[in-house]
């Protein structure tokens, strides 16, 4: 299984911050990767796909770039809704497979 | 929109199987070319990907699992289901349903909690 690797696994930050958020994976993945944002008690909801796509309605605060095995998402200023966990995924092959999540918390 | 909606025992006995199904709603479970997956996540920790089915009955299953797993899907009734036996403490977690164009889920289920406890 490709391993994905994210860091930090906690990030303290106050409202209007940039915060960037980085994805490893163990191989290269080309650019199937997909970002998640999850709020405690809720079900994960899609960002991004395909590395840098943005999913319908979400807001333009939020960009990812990478390819390969580097992967990176940012938050272009922080708002009291962002802040939850996200997870990073690969989608380049069986069995997909998810970071272990990075914390965004209230500075 | 399309919705999802987890259902099933919130308790399993270990060695027993947990089963668990997810109701499609605001469009047909055969429309489009869509894949319809189950995630799952333990209490305080990441998520697992489980497998997906496609209408046609096709599945895909994490190797993880080996052959613990099978998936189903009935159309006439909007559905697909998990099936997962010989559970342990280590199976307790929120189980998800999902709708993945390919791999990547975009419309996911609230999560159904399933504790595996004598």
Known sequence: DIQM???PSSVSASVGDRVTITCRASQGINSWLTWYQQKPGKAPKLLIYAASSLQSGVPSRFSGSGSGTDFTLTISSLQPEDFATYYCQQANSFPPTFGQ???VEIK | QVQLQESGPGLVKPSQTLSLTC???GGSISSGSYYWSWIRQPAGKGLEW???IYTSGSTNYNPSLKSRVTMSVDTSKNQ???KLNSVTAADTAVYYCARAADITPDYWGQGTLVTVSS
């Open chain 2, 23 to 25: 109701t499609v709603s």
């Open chain 1, 101 to 103: 999540g990075t914390k």
């Open chain 2, 50 to 52: 489980l497998g997906r």
């Open chain 1, 5 to 7: 690797t994210q860091s």
């Open chain 2, 80 to 82: 697909f289901s998990l």
